[in-house]
């Protein structure tokens, strides 16, 4: 941050006290956008594998359907769940690396002596990495309607509840998966890994069977029910509620956890070993 940034944050601001923070918030927040943007592969990856991965998938059998899912479509099946991938990736996977990578680099530690306030640092990272959750789960509906005649919800609310909950659960699990990971070099390999391990037993690839020992497992961990919370609003079946609260609840309790682990364990000094 350029020494003229420094200082126009430093100095007061006329008007509310809110209205200054907010302000500091939306300020720090473009940084934080400005510095994954340009990143382009870094940004690429993040927000275009869900994308491909998509297109791939559906394009090979888009207008099939399977008994599995209710007699769906298997793009109607992909649609959403690649949704829910979308906000699990940036606010896990992407946070918890990008948390460890400052904290070892000592970034975070120059950050919190720098005169901008701690909690608008650590809330535009948190808000950053949410509107790169919203730009996946944007591109996806919008790929899913116009290229493979995806229904869209009627209920939107309940999306929109879905998508806040996975939000703030998965945020709180990034920065308590970041407090466990000793290292810079190991923190792809341990927050992908254990990610992508989650996302295996999770049902997202293909569905899982009821009753199943995979589909037990799953449903422990928080990853399925955020799944079938994006699911629920698509479902087409009659009768069928858009509202799934026993999953968002179990998404919900995870985030509590995590947020104690988070709030006990972090850091902003690097490790020494």
Known sequence: MDPGTVSAIAAPASGPGLVRDLRLVARQLRYEQLAFWRNRTGALFTVGFSVIFLLLLSASGANQRSNVIGNLKIVQYYTPGFAAYGVMSA??????????????????????????????????????????????????????????????????????????????????????????????????????????????????????????????????????????AFFAPFESKLGASPWAWGDLGTVAIWGAIATIIAVRRFAWEPRRH
């Open 91 to 228: 606010c896990y996977n992407n946070l918890g690396i990008v948390l460890v990578v400052r904290r070892e680099t000592g970034l975070l530690k120059r950050l919190r002596l720098s005169p901008i306030p701690t909690w608008v640092l650590f809330g535009a990272i948190l808000a950053s990495n949410a509107v790169i959750a919203l730009v996946q789960v944007a591109l996806l509906l919008l790929i899913g309607r116009f290229a493979f005649g995806v229904v869209l919800p009627d209920q939107w609310a309940a999306l929109l509840l879905a998508l806040l909950v996975g939000v703030v659960c998965f945020s709180a699990l990034g920065v308590a998966i970041s407090t466990v990971v000793p290292s810079q070099d190991s923190a792809g390999p341990i927050i992908s890994l254990s990610f992508f391990v989650l996302l295996f037993l999770s049902g997202l690839w293909f569905p899982l069977k009821a009753g199943s020992s995979l589909a037990k497992i799953s449903n422990y961990f928080p990853v399925h029910h955020l799944i079938v």
